[in-house]
């Protein structure tokens, strides 16, 4: 599963974005996608995480706000439009436009965190 990680990584960077990594939450993992990098190494401006599951590509915000992708297929699209279009502040919520058009369902924590499957990441 890290390969996922690895990719989304790679073409959010080609894109001038940042992730910060694989974090390891015990049942689940995730990586922050972030806008911007301050001369310090810390990342900043907006961002939002995604996590892996057996159910296919969540996102997060730090609102919080978790949806699914419909179409795992278009995540690092998902993520460079997003930032390339609210790059300097974080954001409570997704638009309307891009759950719309990338077709972000809401789903609850409880939805979330009833995901079976591994946890590894390798």
Known sequence: MIEDYD????AVADAGFFT?????HGAWHRTCVCSKRRPDGRL??????????????YLGTWGPCLYRL???SRLAELCIR?????PDSVRYD?????KSEFGLVPVSDKEFEGEKGSSEIA
Do not use: I, K, M, Y
């Open 7 to 10: 990719a989304l990584a790679r």
């Open 70 to 72: 419909a179409d795992e």
């Open 94 to 98: 997704f638009d309307d436009w891009l």
């Open 20 to 24: 910060n990594g694989v974090e390891d």
């Open 82 to 86: 997003w930032l390339s279009h609210a």
């Open 44 to 57: 900043n401006g907006n961002s939002f995480w995604v996590s892996r599951r057996p159910g296919g590509w």
